[in-house]
Protein backbone atom coordinates (compact mmCIF):
# COMPACT_ATOMS: atom_id res chain seq x y z
CA UNK A 1 0.00 0.00 0.00
CA UNK A 2 1.10 3.61 -0.87
CA UNK A 3 2.08 5.67 2.04
CA UNK A 4 1.77 9.24 2.86
CA UNK A 5 -0.91 11.75 1.90
CA UNK A 6 -3.73 10.29 -0.52
CA UNK A 7 -5.69 13.76 -0.77
CA UNK A 8 -5.02 17.14 1.45
CA UNK A 9 -6.24 21.11 1.18
CA UNK A 10 -4.18 23.20 3.21
CA UNK A 11 -5.51 26.74 4.57
CA UNK A 12 -7.92 26.98 1.36
CA UNK A 13 -10.47 30.17 1.48
CA UNK A 14 -13.39 30.36 -1.27
CA UNK A 15 -15.66 33.43 -1.12
CA UNK A 16 -18.91 33.31 -3.01
CA UNK A 17 -19.64 37.44 -3.15
CA UNK A 18 -19.94 38.68 0.22
CA UNK A 19 -20.01 35.07 1.50
CA UNK A 20 -16.76 33.56 2.65
CA UNK A 21 -17.70 30.33 2.87
CA UNK A 22 -14.36 29.34 3.62
CA UNK A 23 -11.85 31.10 5.38
CA UNK A 24 -8.79 28.63 7.01
CA UNK A 25 -9.76 25.08 6.10
CA UNK A 26 -7.28 22.33 6.15
CA UNK A 27 -7.47 18.62 5.98
CA UNK A 28 -5.73 15.70 5.52
CA UNK A 29 -6.32 12.26 4.43
CA UNK A 30 -3.63 9.22 4.14
CA UNK A 31 -4.01 6.09 2.29
CA UNK A 32 -5.50 3.57 4.25
CA UNK A 33 -6.97 6.10 6.73
CA UNK A 34 -10.30 7.19 6.97
CA UNK A 35 -11.50 10.39 7.83
CA UNK A 36 -14.30 12.50 9.29
CA UNK A 37 -15.34 15.59 8.25
CA UNK A 38 -17.85 17.11 10.65
CA UNK A 39 -19.73 20.61 10.82
CA UNK A 40 -22.78 22.00 11.37
CA UNK A 41 -25.00 23.46 8.69
CA UNK A 42 -22.86 26.81 6.87
CA UNK A 43 -19.67 25.48 8.35
CA UNK A 44 -18.77 24.98 4.41
CA UNK A 45 -18.74 21.54 4.47
CA UNK A 46 -20.43 21.23 0.87
CA UNK A 47 -18.14 24.17 -0.20
CA UNK A 48 -14.62 22.12 1.11
CA UNK A 49 -16.12 19.20 -0.26
CA UNK A 50 -16.58 20.75 -3.58
CA UNK A 51 -13.07 22.01 -3.41
CA UNK A 52 -11.88 18.73 -3.07
CA UNK A 53 -13.95 17.32 -6.00
CA UNK A 54 -12.82 20.39 -8.20
CA UNK A 55 -15.80 21.39 -8.50
CA UNK A 56 -14.61 25.11 -6.79
CA UNK A 57 -11.32 26.69 -7.07
CA UNK A 58 -9.75 27.61 -4.38
CA UNK A 59 -9.55 31.30 -3.73
CA UNK A 60 -6.62 30.97 -1.32
CA UNK A 61 -4.96 27.59 -0.32
CA UNK A 62 -3.53 24.75 -1.80
CA UNK A 63 -5.22 21.24 -3.07
CA UNK A 64 -2.82 18.57 -2.80
CA UNK A 65 -3.96 14.83 -4.41
CA UNK A 66 -1.15 12.15 -3.83
CA UNK A 67 1.43 14.54 -1.93
CA UNK A 68 1.81 16.74 -5.55
CA UNK A 69 -0.30 19.95 -5.25
CA UNK A 70 -2.68 20.37 -8.30
CA UNK A 71 -5.51 22.83 -10.01
CA UNK A 72 -8.61 21.63 -10.75
CA UNK A 73 -11.85 23.02 -12.24
CA UNK A 74 -13.75 19.82 -12.90
CA UNK A 75 -14.63 16.69 -11.63
CA UNK A 76 -13.15 15.70 -14.24
CA UNK A 77 -9.67 16.97 -13.35
CA UNK A 78 -9.97 15.25 -10.10
CA UNK A 79 -11.23 11.94 -11.30
CA UNK A 80 -7.95 11.76 -13.93
CA UNK A 81 -5.97 12.59 -10.70
CA UNK A 82 -7.62 9.17 -9.50
CA UNK A 83 -10.30 11.07 -6.89
CA UNK A 84 -13.66 9.99 -7.60
CA UNK A 85 -17.34 11.04 -5.08
CA UNK A 86 -19.83 8.89 -3.84
CA UNK A 87 -22.82 11.63 -4.35
CA UNK A 88 -25.29 11.90 -1.88
CA UNK A 89 -27.94 11.37 -4.21
CA UNK A 90 -25.57 8.21 -5.44
CA UNK A 91 -25.50 9.31 -9.20
CA UNK A 92 -26.92 6.07 -10.21
CA UNK A 93 -29.10 5.91 -13.42
CA UNK A 94 -32.39 3.95 -12.11
CA UNK A 95 -33.09 1.82 -14.95
CA UNK A 96 -30.15 0.74 -16.29
CA UNK A 97 -28.08 -2.40 -14.55
CA UNK A 98 -26.13 -3.10 -11.53
CA UNK A 99 -23.02 -3.67 -14.91
CA UNK A 100 -23.91 -0.72 -16.64
CA UNK A 101 -23.87 1.63 -14.41
CA UNK A 102 -20.36 0.33 -12.90
CA UNK A 103 -19.15 1.37 -16.25
CA UNK A 104 -21.35 4.36 -16.86
CA UNK A 105 -18.86 6.73 -19.03
CA UNK A 106 -15.93 4.30 -19.05
CA UNK A 107 -17.69 1.37 -21.00
CA UNK A 108 -15.75 -1.51 -22.19
CA UNK A 109 -16.65 -1.56 -25.87
CA UNK A 110 -15.94 -5.02 -27.56
CA UNK A 111 -12.46 -5.91 -29.82
CA UNK A 112 -12.71 -5.58 -33.28
CA UNK A 113 -15.36 -4.17 -36.24
CA UNK A 114 -18.15 -4.82 -33.28
CA UNK A 115 -16.09 -2.64 -31.01
CA UNK A 116 -15.59 -0.28 -34.13
CA UNK A 117 -19.49 -0.20 -34.21
CA UNK A 118 -20.19 0.99 -30.15
CA UNK A 119 -20.90 -2.72 -29.19
CA UNK A 120 -20.50 -2.85 -25.60
CA UNK A 121 -18.17 -5.95 -24.02
CA UNK A 122 -20.67 -6.97 -21.43
CA UNK A 123 -19.20 -9.96 -21.01
CA UNK A 124 -16.11 -8.64 -19.26
CA UNK A 125 -18.10 -5.92 -17.80
CA UNK A 126 -20.17 -8.09 -16.05
CA UNK A 127 -16.79 -10.55 -14.72
CA UNK A 128 -15.23 -6.78 -13.82
CA UNK A 129 -18.45 -5.33 -11.71
CA UNK A 130 -18.36 -8.97 -9.80
CA UNK A 131 -14.77 -9.08 -9.02
CA UNK A 132 -15.14 -5.19 -7.86
CA UNK A 133 -18.01 -5.91 -5.52
CA UNK A 134 -16.58 -9.08 -4.25
CA UNK A 135 -13.64 -6.70 -3.17
CA UNK A 136 -15.74 -5.01 -0.93
CA UNK A 137 -18.05 -8.01 0.23
CA UNK A 138 -20.89 -6.81 -1.40
CA UNK A 139 -23.89 -9.07 -2.22
CA UNK A 140 -26.38 -8.40 -4.56
CA UNK A 141 -29.26 -10.43 -5.73
CA UNK A 142 -28.20 -10.22 -10.03
CA UNK A 143 -26.00 -8.03 -11.87
CA UNK A 144 -28.54 -7.52 -14.50
CA UNK A 145 -31.51 -5.94 -12.90
CA UNK A 146 -32.23 -2.39 -12.95
CA UNK A 147 -31.31 -0.75 -9.66
CA UNK A 148 -34.43 0.48 -8.95
CA UNK A 149 -35.42 -2.80 -7.90
CA UNK A 150 -32.54 -2.60 -5.32
CA UNK A 151 -32.58 -1.41 -1.84
CA UNK A 152 -31.08 1.46 -0.46
CA UNK A 153 -28.26 -0.06 1.75
CA UNK A 154 -27.91 -1.88 -2.06
CA UNK A 155 -27.61 0.98 -3.85
CA UNK A 156 -25.40 2.41 -1.68
CA UNK A 157 -22.94 -0.24 -2.03
CA UNK A 158 -23.05 0.06 -5.58
CA UNK A 159 -22.05 3.75 -5.88
CA UNK A 160 -19.04 3.06 -3.63
CA UNK A 161 -18.15 -0.02 -5.33
CA UNK A 162 -18.03 2.25 -8.51
CA UNK A 163 -15.98 4.89 -7.21
CA UNK A 164 -13.53 2.61 -5.49
CA UNK A 165 -13.62 1.03 -8.51
CA UNK A 166 -12.89 4.25 -10.63
CA UNK A 167 -10.55 5.78 -7.95
CA UNK A 168 -6.70 5.20 -7.23
CA UNK A 169 -5.85 7.70 -4.33
CA UNK A 170 -9.02 8.87 -2.76
CA UNK A 171 -12.81 8.08 -2.10
CA UNK A 172 -14.84 10.93 -0.98
CA UNK A 173 -18.47 10.43 0.45
CA UNK A 174 -20.85 12.77 1.26
CA UNK A 175 -23.52 11.70 3.71
CA UNK A 176 -23.08 7.89 2.80
CA UNK A 177 -25.71 6.79 5.67
CA UNK A 178 -28.09 9.59 5.37
CA UNK A 179 -30.91 7.84 3.78
CA UNK A 180 -30.46 4.24 5.47
CA UNK A 181 -31.47 2.37 8.36
CA UNK A 182 -28.75 1.36 11.54
CA UNK A 183 -28.37 -2.15 10.17
CA UNK A 184 -27.52 -0.95 6.64
CA UNK A 185 -25.46 2.02 8.13
CA UNK A 186 -23.52 -0.15 9.18
CA UNK A 187 -22.48 -2.11 6.49
CA UNK A 188 -21.71 0.97 4.87
CA UNK A 189 -19.26 1.75 7.30
CA UNK A 190 -17.51 -1.42 7.42
CA UNK A 191 -17.21 -0.99 3.44
CA UNK A 192 -15.40 2.22 4.08
CA UNK A 193 -12.88 0.97 6.39
CA UNK A 194 -12.47 -1.77 3.79
CA UNK A 195 -11.95 1.13 1.06
CA UNK A 196 -9.37 2.51 2.77
CA UNK A 197 -7.62 -1.27 3.54
CA UNK A 198 -7.36 -1.55 -0.34
CA UNK A 199 -5.52 1.30 -0.38
CA UNK A 200 -7.41 4.40 -1.08
CA UNK A 201 -7.61 7.13 1.29
CA UNK A 202 -11.61 7.53 2.45
CA UNK A 203 -13.27 11.23 3.18
CA UNK A 204 -16.70 11.17 4.87
CA UNK A 205 -18.90 14.08 4.97
CA UNK A 206 -21.37 13.05 7.45
CA UNK A 207 -23.73 14.17 9.97
CA UNK A 208 -23.66 10.52 11.89
CA UNK A 209 -21.94 11.95 14.69
CA UNK A 210 -22.02 8.81 16.62
CA UNK A 211 -21.67 5.71 13.98
CA UNK A 212 -18.78 7.66 11.96
CA UNK A 213 -16.94 9.10 14.86
CA UNK A 214 -16.72 5.33 15.75
CA UNK A 215 -14.81 4.03 12.84
CA UNK A 216 -13.17 7.02 11.18
CA UNK A 217 -9.21 7.38 12.38
CA UNK A 218 -9.15 11.16 11.59
CA UNK A 219 -11.44 13.66 12.51
CA UNK A 220 -11.94 17.42 11.09
CA UNK A 221 -14.40 19.69 12.21
CA UNK A 222 -15.38 22.79 10.62
CA UNK A 223 -16.46 26.00 12.63
CA UNK A 224 -17.26 29.01 10.50
CA UNK A 225 -15.07 27.90 7.52
CA UNK A 226 -12.12 27.31 9.85
CA UNK A 227 -11.09 23.67 10.67
CA UNK A 228 -11.42 23.56 14.33
CA UNK A 229 -10.63 20.56 15.15
CA UNK A 230 -8.05 18.28 13.64
CA UNK A 231 -7.55 15.15 16.00
CA UNK A 232 -7.38 11.05 16.16
CA UNK A 233 -11.34 10.04 16.72
CA UNK A 234 -10.26 7.99 19.70
CA UNK A 235 -9.51 11.62 21.23
CA UNK A 236 -12.75 12.92 20.73
CA UNK A 237 -16.58 11.77 22.08
CA UNK A 238 -19.49 12.71 20.65
CA UNK A 239 -20.04 15.71 23.00
CA UNK A 240 -16.84 17.43 22.30
CA UNK A 241 -17.48 17.42 18.77
CA UNK A 242 -20.56 18.63 18.91
CA UNK A 243 -19.43 21.59 21.44
CA UNK A 244 -17.18 22.54 18.57
CA UNK A 245 -19.47 22.26 15.93
CA UNK A 246 -21.69 24.56 17.31
CA UNK A 247 -19.02 27.14 18.36
CA UNK A 248 -19.29 26.77 22.66
CA UNK A 249 -15.86 25.77 23.49
CA UNK A 250 -13.43 26.40 20.12
CA UNK A 251 -10.92 27.98 22.54
CA UNK A 252 -10.16 25.33 24.97
CA UNK A 253 -10.27 22.50 21.99
CA UNK A 254 -8.42 24.06 19.66
CA UNK B 1 -3.84 -6.01 1.53
CA UNK B 2 -7.48 -6.65 1.56
CA UNK B 3 -7.02 -8.75 4.52
CA UNK B 4 -10.46 -7.86 6.02
CA UNK B 5 -12.50 -8.86 2.74
CA UNK B 6 -10.45 -11.63 1.91
CA UNK B 7 -11.57 -12.98 5.42
CA UNK B 8 -15.48 -11.76 5.29
CA UNK B 9 -17.99 -14.67 4.09
CA UNK B 10 -18.71 -12.66 0.88
CA UNK B 11 -15.17 -12.67 -0.24
CA UNK B 12 -15.01 -16.51 0.23
CA UNK B 13 -17.76 -17.25 -2.16
CA UNK B 14 -17.39 -17.19 -6.21
CA UNK B 15 -19.50 -14.79 -7.21
CA UNK B 16 -21.26 -11.40 -5.95
CA UNK B 17 -24.47 -12.72 -6.58
CA UNK B 18 -26.00 -14.06 -3.93
CA UNK B 19 -29.69 -15.10 -5.24
CA UNK B 20 -30.34 -17.07 -1.76
CA UNK B 21 -33.29 -14.41 -0.64
CA UNK B 22 -34.64 -14.47 -3.76
CA UNK B 23 -36.15 -16.85 -6.69
CA UNK B 24 -34.86 -15.34 -9.74
CA UNK B 25 -37.62 -15.28 -12.69
CA UNK B 26 -36.15 -17.33 -15.83
CA UNK B 27 -35.89 -15.72 -18.98
CA UNK B 28 -38.89 -17.06 -20.74
CA UNK B 29 -40.70 -16.22 -18.21
CA UNK B 30 -39.19 -12.55 -18.37
CA UNK B 31 -40.33 -12.54 -22.07
CA UNK B 32 -43.80 -13.16 -21.68
CA UNK B 33 -44.38 -10.86 -19.14
CA UNK B 34 -43.67 -7.88 -20.75
CA UNK B 35 -45.64 -5.18 -22.24
CA UNK B 36 -44.53 -5.94 -25.77
CA UNK B 37 -45.77 -9.52 -25.49
CA UNK B 38 -49.04 -8.81 -24.03
CA UNK B 39 -49.24 -6.17 -26.74
CA UNK B 40 -48.57 -9.02 -29.41
CA UNK B 41 -50.82 -10.92 -28.01
CA UNK B 42 -53.86 -8.64 -28.35
CA UNK B 43 -52.67 -8.14 -32.01
CA UNK B 44 -52.82 -11.71 -33.09
CA UNK B 45 -56.08 -12.30 -31.05
CA UNK B 46 -57.61 -9.30 -33.12
CA UNK B 47 -56.08 -10.85 -36.25
CA UNK B 48 -57.94 -13.57 -35.49
CA UNK B 49 -61.03 -12.16 -34.88
CA UNK B 50 -61.23 -9.92 -37.84
CA UNK B 51 -60.60 -12.54 -39.73
CA UNK B 52 -63.43 -14.96 -38.04
CA UNK B 53 -65.57 -11.73 -38.82
CA UNK B 54 -64.57 -10.84 -42.24
CA UNK B 55 -66.31 -12.84 -45.36
CA UNK B 56 -64.01 -15.74 -46.21
CA UNK B 57 -61.73 -14.66 -43.81
CA UNK B 58 -60.16 -11.98 -46.08
CA UNK B 59 -59.25 -10.13 -43.49
CA UNK B 60 -56.36 -12.85 -43.76
CA UNK B 61 -55.53 -12.44 -47.16
CA UNK B 62 -51.94 -11.72 -48.60
CA UNK B 63 -53.42 -8.47 -50.70
CA UNK B 64 -54.60 -7.31 -47.35
CA UNK B 65 -51.62 -8.37 -45.26
CA UNK B 66 -49.65 -6.25 -47.60
CA UNK B 67 -52.18 -3.14 -47.19
CA UNK B 68 -51.61 -3.47 -43.16
CA UNK B 69 -48.07 -3.72 -43.74
CA UNK B 70 -47.47 -0.96 -45.77
CA UNK B 71 -50.32 1.07 -43.62
CA UNK B 72 -47.81 0.80 -40.89
CA UNK B 73 -44.46 1.26 -42.43
CA UNK B 74 -44.57 5.27 -42.17
CA UNK B 75 -45.99 4.81 -38.56
CA UNK B 76 -43.20 2.47 -37.87
CA UNK B 77 -40.43 4.56 -38.59
CA UNK B 78 -41.82 7.91 -36.86
CA UNK B 79 -42.51 5.45 -33.97
CA UNK B 80 -39.11 3.68 -33.58
CA UNK B 81 -37.49 7.07 -34.08
CA UNK B 82 -39.60 8.66 -31.26
CA UNK B 83 -39.09 5.45 -28.76
CA UNK B 84 -35.65 6.53 -28.93
CA UNK B 85 -36.17 9.92 -28.18
CA UNK B 86 -38.69 9.39 -25.89
CA UNK B 87 -35.62 7.22 -23.85
CA UNK B 88 -33.76 10.10 -23.40
CA UNK B 89 -36.49 11.80 -21.96
CA UNK B 90 -37.00 14.22 -24.68
CA UNK B 91 -40.09 14.07 -26.97
CA UNK B 92 -41.30 15.41 -30.25
CA UNK B 93 -44.32 16.95 -31.34
CA UNK B 94 -43.40 18.09 -34.90
CA UNK B 95 -42.28 14.28 -36.60
CA UNK B 96 -45.62 14.50 -38.85
CA UNK B 97 -44.93 18.16 -40.31
CA UNK B 98 -41.38 16.85 -40.23
CA UNK B 99 -42.57 14.27 -42.84
CA UNK B 100 -44.95 16.88 -44.65
CA UNK B 101 -42.16 19.05 -45.08
CA UNK B 102 -39.47 16.54 -45.97
CA UNK B 103 -41.81 14.66 -48.87
CA UNK B 104 -42.30 17.98 -50.15
CA UNK B 105 -38.94 18.92 -50.58
CA UNK B 106 -38.36 15.82 -51.94
CA UNK B 107 -40.78 15.93 -54.15
CA UNK B 108 -40.04 19.68 -55.68
CA UNK B 109 -36.27 18.34 -55.95
CA UNK B 110 -37.53 14.93 -58.10
CA UNK B 111 -39.78 17.34 -60.54
CA UNK B 112 -36.80 20.16 -60.57
CA UNK B 113 -34.85 17.04 -62.62
CA UNK B 114 -37.50 15.04 -64.31
CA UNK B 115 -40.38 16.53 -65.58
CA UNK B 116 -42.83 14.46 -67.33
CA UNK B 117 -42.23 14.88 -71.31
CA UNK B 118 -45.16 15.03 -73.55
CA UNK B 119 -45.25 11.16 -73.61
CA UNK B 120 -45.50 10.25 -70.40
CA UNK B 121 -42.10 9.31 -69.72
CA UNK B 122 -39.54 10.74 -67.08
CA UNK B 123 -36.04 11.75 -67.92
CA UNK B 124 -33.55 11.22 -65.63
CA UNK B 125 -35.82 9.24 -63.33
CA UNK B 126 -33.22 7.69 -61.52
CA UNK B 127 -31.00 10.32 -60.76
CA UNK B 128 -34.33 12.15 -59.54
CA UNK B 129 -35.59 9.90 -57.49
CA UNK B 130 -31.98 9.61 -55.99
CA UNK B 131 -31.80 12.87 -55.72
CA UNK B 132 -35.36 13.59 -53.70
CA UNK B 133 -34.44 10.41 -51.82
CA UNK B 134 -31.42 12.63 -50.55
CA UNK B 135 -33.06 15.82 -50.03
CA UNK B 136 -35.93 14.21 -47.92
CA UNK B 137 -33.86 12.67 -45.39
CA UNK B 138 -31.39 15.68 -45.58
CA UNK B 139 -34.68 17.43 -44.55
CA UNK B 140 -35.70 15.34 -41.94
CA UNK B 141 -32.22 15.44 -40.62
CA UNK B 142 -32.10 19.31 -40.85
CA UNK B 143 -35.66 19.38 -39.25
CA UNK B 144 -33.93 17.11 -36.46
CA UNK B 145 -31.16 19.30 -36.10
CA UNK B 146 -33.53 22.58 -35.12
CA UNK B 147 -35.56 20.57 -32.40
CA UNK B 148 -32.14 19.24 -31.15
CA UNK B 149 -30.21 22.52 -30.51
CA UNK B 150 -33.62 24.33 -29.33
CA UNK B 151 -34.03 21.25 -26.71
CA UNK B 152 -30.79 20.11 -25.69
CA UNK B 153 -28.88 23.33 -26.14
CA UNK B 154 -31.23 26.06 -25.65
CA UNK B 155 -33.52 24.07 -22.77
CA UNK B 156 -36.49 24.62 -24.07
CA UNK B 157 -38.68 22.37 -23.04
CA UNK B 158 -39.32 19.35 -25.71
CA UNK B 159 -43.03 19.79 -25.58
CA UNK B 160 -42.75 23.60 -26.46
CA UNK B 161 -40.00 23.76 -29.07
CA UNK B 162 -41.80 20.88 -31.27
CA UNK B 163 -44.65 22.14 -30.77
CA UNK B 164 -43.20 25.58 -32.58
CA UNK B 165 -41.24 23.39 -34.52
CA UNK B 166 -44.61 21.52 -35.81
CA UNK B 167 -46.03 25.19 -36.85
CA UNK B 168 -43.37 26.34 -39.06
CA UNK B 169 -42.36 23.12 -40.53
CA UNK B 170 -46.29 22.72 -41.95
CA UNK B 171 -46.14 26.46 -42.84
CA UNK B 172 -42.95 26.15 -44.69
CA UNK B 173 -44.53 22.84 -46.14
CA UNK B 174 -47.34 25.03 -47.19
CA UNK B 175 -45.63 27.52 -48.70
CA UNK B 176 -43.37 25.67 -50.99
CA UNK B 177 -45.82 23.38 -52.25
CA UNK B 178 -48.26 26.18 -52.64
CA UNK B 179 -50.47 24.33 -50.28
CA UNK B 180 -51.52 21.64 -53.01
CA UNK B 181 -50.32 18.23 -53.27
CA UNK B 182 -47.31 17.72 -55.24
CA UNK B 183 -47.81 15.21 -58.14
CA UNK B 184 -45.81 14.01 -61.26
CA UNK B 185 -42.82 12.33 -59.47
CA UNK B 186 -41.45 9.65 -61.64
CA UNK B 187 -43.86 6.66 -61.75
CA UNK B 188 -40.48 4.64 -61.51
CA UNK B 189 -40.32 5.66 -57.97
CA UNK B 190 -43.62 3.44 -56.90
CA UNK B 191 -42.79 0.88 -59.56
CA UNK B 192 -39.52 -0.24 -58.58
CA UNK B 193 -40.29 0.54 -54.63
CA UNK B 194 -43.13 1.82 -52.91
CA UNK B 195 -45.79 -0.72 -54.57
CA UNK B 196 -42.98 -3.51 -55.16
CA UNK B 197 -42.87 -6.32 -53.09
CA UNK B 198 -40.72 -9.32 -51.88
CA UNK B 199 -43.00 -12.03 -51.40
CA UNK B 200 -46.06 -10.48 -49.41
CA UNK B 201 -43.32 -7.98 -48.00
CA UNK B 202 -43.58 -4.67 -49.33
CA UNK B 203 -40.42 -3.19 -50.10
CA UNK B 204 -40.73 0.40 -47.73
CA UNK B 205 -41.72 -2.17 -45.05
CA UNK B 206 -39.03 -3.97 -45.28
CA UNK B 207 -36.66 -1.02 -44.54
CA UNK B 208 -38.84 -0.34 -41.64
CA UNK B 209 -38.25 -3.65 -40.06
CA UNK B 210 -34.20 -3.31 -41.03
CA UNK B 211 -34.30 0.15 -39.19
CA UNK B 212 -36.53 -0.83 -36.26
CA UNK B 213 -33.93 -4.00 -35.91
CA UNK B 214 -30.93 -1.87 -36.34
CA UNK B 215 -32.55 0.30 -33.52
CA UNK B 216 -33.53 -2.96 -31.36
CA UNK B 217 -29.78 -3.50 -31.55
CA UNK B 218 -28.68 -0.36 -30.81
CA UNK B 219 -30.43 -0.10 -27.47
CA UNK B 220 -29.66 -3.18 -26.10
CA UNK B 221 -26.27 -3.75 -27.13
CA UNK B 222 -24.22 -0.51 -28.06
CA UNK B 223 -23.14 2.34 -26.04
CA UNK B 224 -25.03 4.79 -27.52
CA UNK B 225 -28.17 2.85 -26.37
CA UNK B 226 -26.93 2.32 -23.22
CA UNK B 227 -26.08 6.11 -22.45
CA UNK B 228 -29.82 7.02 -24.32
CA UNK B 229 -31.21 5.11 -21.65
CA UNK B 230 -28.57 6.87 -18.85
CA UNK B 231 -29.87 10.25 -19.60
CA UNK B 232 -33.41 9.40 -19.74
CA UNK B 233 -33.00 7.90 -16.79
CA UNK B 234 -30.57 10.12 -14.64
CA UNK B 235 -29.46 13.13 -16.98
CA UNK B 236 -26.96 14.45 -13.12
CA UNK B 237 -26.00 10.92 -13.54
CA UNK B 238 -25.32 10.68 -16.83
CA UNK B 239 -23.28 14.26 -16.84
CA UNK B 240 -21.40 13.37 -13.73
CA UNK B 241 -19.72 10.71 -15.42
CA UNK B 242 -18.64 13.09 -17.77
CA UNK B 243 -21.33 12.05 -20.87
CA UNK B 244 -22.29 14.82 -23.19
CA UNK B 245 -25.60 14.61 -22.62
CA UNK B 246 -26.28 17.55 -25.05
CA UNK B 247 -24.70 16.47 -27.87
CA UNK B 248 -26.06 13.05 -27.15
CA UNK B 249 -29.54 14.69 -27.15
CA UNK B 250 -28.59 16.45 -30.69
CA UNK B 251 -27.71 12.79 -32.26
CA UNK B 252 -31.35 11.83 -31.27
CA UNK B 253 -33.11 14.24 -32.62
CA UNK B 254 -30.89 13.85 -36.05
CA UNK B 255 -32.13 10.70 -36.19
CA UNK B 256 -35.25 10.60 -35.15
CA UNK B 257 -35.69 13.50 -37.98
CA UNK B 258 -34.14 11.31 -40.58
CA UNK B 259 -35.82 8.66 -39.95
CA UNK B 260 -39.35 11.08 -40.64
CA UNK B 261 -37.63 12.08 -43.52
CA UNK B 262 -37.46 8.57 -44.72
CA UNK B 263 -40.73 8.13 -43.99
CA UNK B 264 -41.60 11.23 -46.10
CA UNK B 265 -39.54 9.21 -48.80
CA UNK B 266 -41.89 6.62 -48.77
CA UNK B 267 -45.21 8.46 -48.35
CA UNK B 268 -44.44 10.03 -51.68
CA UNK B 269 -43.52 6.24 -53.01
CA UNK B 270 -46.74 4.91 -52.07
CA UNK B 271 -48.69 7.02 -53.18
CA UNK B 272 -46.94 8.90 -55.93
CA UNK B 273 -47.30 12.55 -54.67
CA UNK B 274 -47.66 14.28 -51.10
CA UNK B 275 -50.37 13.87 -48.89
CA UNK B 276 -49.46 17.47 -46.75
CA UNK B 277 -52.93 17.17 -45.27
CA UNK B 278 -52.78 13.50 -44.22
CA UNK B 279 -50.58 13.63 -41.51
CA UNK B 280 -51.77 16.01 -38.82
CA UNK B 281 -51.79 12.75 -36.10
CA UNK B 282 -48.98 10.73 -36.97
CA UNK B 283 -47.00 12.47 -34.01
CA UNK B 284 -49.20 11.39 -31.57
CA UNK B 285 -49.81 8.32 -32.76
CA UNK B 286 -46.07 7.59 -32.85
CA UNK B 287 -46.30 8.70 -29.67
CA UNK B 288 -49.30 6.15 -28.48
CA UNK B 289 -47.39 3.17 -30.24
CA UNK B 290 -44.58 3.59 -28.52
CA UNK B 291 -45.98 3.93 -24.98
CA UNK B 292 -48.60 0.98 -25.50
CA UNK B 293 -45.58 -0.99 -26.40
CA UNK B 294 -43.79 -0.14 -22.98
CA UNK B 295 -41.70 3.04 -23.78
CA UNK B 296 -41.61 5.15 -20.61
CA UNK B 297 -42.49 8.93 -21.11
CA UNK B 298 -40.13 9.84 -18.19
CA UNK B 299 -37.15 8.16 -19.81
CA UNK B 300 -34.91 5.41 -19.13
CA UNK B 301 -36.80 2.48 -20.59
CA UNK B 302 -37.26 1.91 -24.65
CA UNK B 303 -39.03 -0.96 -25.99
CA UNK B 304 -38.33 -1.40 -29.98
CA UNK B 305 -40.22 -4.52 -30.16
CA UNK B 306 -43.18 -2.33 -28.09
CA UNK B 307 -43.10 -0.06 -30.43
CA UNK B 308 -43.62 -2.68 -33.65
CA UNK B 309 -46.72 -4.41 -31.85
CA UNK B 310 -47.79 -1.12 -30.58
CA UNK B 311 -48.05 0.23 -34.56
CA UNK B 312 -49.83 -2.91 -35.41
CA UNK B 313 -52.08 -2.68 -33.12
CA UNK B 314 -53.34 0.68 -34.71
CA UNK B 315 -53.31 -0.34 -38.15
CA UNK B 316 -54.93 -4.10 -37.61
CA UNK B 317 -58.30 -1.98 -35.63
CA UNK B 318 -58.27 0.44 -38.23
CA UNK B 319 -58.45 -1.70 -41.18
CA UNK B 320 -60.19 -4.86 -39.11
CA UNK B 321 -63.05 -2.55 -38.70
CA UNK B 322 -63.46 -1.64 -42.11
CA UNK B 323 -63.56 -4.85 -43.22
CA UNK B 324 -66.20 -5.81 -40.79
CA UNK B 325 -68.39 -2.69 -41.62
CA UNK B 326 -67.94 -1.03 -38.91
CA UNK B 327 -66.88 2.60 -38.90
CA UNK B 328 -62.97 2.57 -38.64
CA UNK B 329 -64.18 6.55 -36.34
CA UNK B 330 -63.71 3.75 -33.79
CA UNK B 331 -60.21 2.72 -33.97
CA UNK B 332 -59.64 5.96 -32.85
CA UNK B 333 -61.58 5.25 -29.65
CA UNK B 334 -60.10 1.75 -29.01
CA UNK B 335 -56.50 2.72 -29.54
CA UNK B 336 -57.38 5.28 -27.16
CA UNK B 337 -58.50 3.20 -24.41
CA UNK B 338 -55.83 0.34 -25.27
CA UNK B 339 -52.88 3.18 -24.49
CA UNK B 340 -54.94 4.42 -21.45
CA UNK B 341 -55.57 0.89 -20.21
CA UNK B 342 -51.76 -0.29 -20.73
CA UNK B 343 -50.40 2.58 -18.76
CA UNK B 344 -52.71 2.46 -15.65
CA UNK B 345 -51.86 -1.25 -15.47
CA UNK B 346 -48.42 -0.51 -15.10
CA UNK B 347 -49.08 2.58 -12.47
CA UNK B 348 -51.33 0.00 -10.56
CA UNK B 349 -48.53 -2.38 -10.29
CA UNK B 350 -46.12 0.36 -9.80
CA UNK B 351 -48.14 1.79 -6.82
CA UNK B 352 -48.67 -1.78 -5.64
CA UNK B 353 -45.56 -2.68 -5.40
CA UNK B 354 -44.18 0.80 -3.59
CA UNK B 355 -47.39 0.17 -0.96
CA UNK B 356 -45.78 -3.36 0.29
Not at chain 1, 16 to 37: K, M, P, Q, T
Request: aromatic letters at 4%; one cysteine or more; glycine letters at 10%.
Amino acid sequence: MRKGSAIAAEHVGKRFGHVEALRDASINVDYGEVVALFGDNGAGKSTFLRVLQGIHRPDSGQVTIDGKPVEMSSVRDAQEHGVDTVHQDLSLAPDLSVVDNMFLGHELMRSGPLGALGFLDRKQMAERTDAALRELSIALPSLNVPVSQLSGGQRQAIAVARAVMWSSTAVLLDEPTAALGARQSELVCSMMRRVADAGRGVLVVSHDLPRILAMADRVVVLWRGRTAIDAPARDLTVPDVVATMVGYAQETLA
Amino acid sequence: MNTVANTSPAASRESAVDTRATRPTPWWRQALLTRATAILALDIALFVLFTALSDNGVFASSDNVQALLLAGTEALLLAVGLAMMLGAGIFDLSLGANLVLSSVVGARVMLHISTPAADGTYPHAAAAVLAGLLACVVTGAVFGTINGLLVAYLRINALIATLGTLGIGTGIGYVISNGTDLSGVPTQLQENFGLRTIGVLPVPALVALVVATALYVCIRYTRFGMRTLAIGSSFSAADRVGIKAPRHLLKLAILGGALAGVAGFIDLSHFGSTAIQGHSNDALNAVTAAVIGGTMLEGGKVSIIGALWGTALAVILQSGLVIVGVSSYYQLIAVGGVLILAVALDRLTYIRRRAT
